[in-house]
């Protein structure tokens, strides 16, 4: 279901977030440094699968660079998403390759240079054709054919879960850029995360994660260590305290309910407790007077209910695009709510119901 909702699967994934830079790499020794990484790694006892790149899925963030397709206008609206990653990317992660090829360790500096794209890309800028063996660039119009597309994978979100996946390309951390031109892309060949795929519990490969990095470089420091499952999670935390309080408020809402419901029902016993004591004298048994107090109290529940669930109905509409996962209605959830309410006010409802079957007609009567 992750998968599906994502493009990505979470489950016994790893994420380590490092910054090179804090540790004094300068960019022309990242390659050894990446090098290094993909050689140890997958080396940790418990690991199948490792990669890196500037950012994992649902961390957050999004870099986004102007691009221009070969044999497209050098004014189309061609602003994208951007990531650069390691070899063995996306069967890291568990994004699916749908055509052609992953990034893999044969793209180095001295190879063509490649990207991956995903299907939103493709969608924008190949609606009818074939991608693979395409050319786009970045900077003018002249880097146009710098970049040849080799794969399709599937649209992975990385920012936003609401909404679409965002049109993304994926280009190897091994064949940075040197181009003067492309001086803006300096910052890209820093790695931000390091993803592991890993086998029975994640947490477990933790002290081992840390004495690998250690010996590759000890100033190489860890800024956060994560399952991917706790990265998606955190991109939910205000979704999750927006439905406690919703929920304490509907409980608060309720209880007043059940009070109000309560003191009204034993406001109206009070004021018949003249007619209700005839009745009695007249021959009605306990029986008829409990259901006649208790008719009036489902009266107004029924009366609630006919105002609150078309309300409830057009609130849920109304919030539908706050909602994740969860359809803006659901019939079951309603009449589970319908029936809590009922027997809320049955409950509030039987107490004064109760205490009216007890009224000694002769006292009732001398109410009067």
């Not at 290094?36 to 006892?45: A, G, H, S, T, V």
């Not at 006919?306 to 509409?317: D, F, T, V, Y």
Request: charged share 20%.
């Amino acid at each position: 279901l992750e998968n599906q909702r994502f493009g990505f699967e979470p489950q016994g994934r790893l994420v380590v977030r490092v910054n090179p830079a804090l540790a004094g790499y300068k960019p022309e020794k990242l390659y050894g440094l990446y090098q290094q990484l993909e050689e140890r790694l997958p080396q940790i006892p418990g690991v199948i699968g490792a990669s890196y790149s500037i950012y994992s899925p649902m961390r957050g963030d999004n870099w986004s660079f102007g691009i221009h397709v070969e044999g497209h206008p050098p004014d189309e609206d061609a602003d994208t998403s951007f990531d650069r990653i390691g070899p063995h990317y996306f069967e890291t992660i568990g994004t699916r390759l749908l055509r052609g090829r992953t990034i893999g360790i044969e793209d180095t500096p001295s190879s063509r240079p490649v990207a991956v794209v995903n299907q939103a890309f493709v969608r924008k800028f190949f609606p009818k054709q074939d991608p693979i063996g395409k050319h786009f660039g970045m900077g003018d119009p002249s880097h146009s054919g710098d970049f040849e597309i080799v794969g399709v994978v599937e649209d992975t979100k990385y920012q936003d879960a609401r909404g679409p996946a965002y049109p993304t390309f994926f280009m190897p951390f091994l064949q940075m850029s040197k181009d003067p031109k492309l001086s803006f892309m300096v910052g890209s060949h820093y790695i931000g995360d390091i993803e592991l795929r890993v086998a029975g519990n994640a947490q477990n490969v933790n002290a081992a994660v840390r004495r690998t990095l250690a010996g590759i470089d000890p100033n190489l420091t860890i800024l956060d260590f994560m399952t991917m499952n706790e990265q998606v999670t955190r991109n939910f935390n205000q979704d999750r305290l927006i439905a406690r309080l919703t929920e304490l408020f509907g409980g608060l809402a309720l209880t007043l309910a059940c009070v109000g419901l309560y003191g009204v029902t034993a406001y109206a016993v009070a004021r018949r407790t003249g007619e209700i004591g005839i009745r009695m004298a007249l021959g009605a048994d306990r029986r008829r007077i409990l259901g006649l107090v208790l008719r009036g109290a489902l009266l107004q529940l029924a009366a609630g209910l006919a105002i609150g669930i078309p309300a409830a109905l057009a609130g849920g509409r109304l919030l539908a695009n706050q909602l994740y996962g969860v359809k803006s209605y659901d019939p079951a959830i309603l009449a589970l709510a319908a029936v809590v309410l009922t027997a809320c006010a049955l409950v509030a409802g039987f107490v004064p119901a109760q205490r009216a079957a007890s009224i000694d007609p002769i006292r009732a009567l001398r109410v009067e």
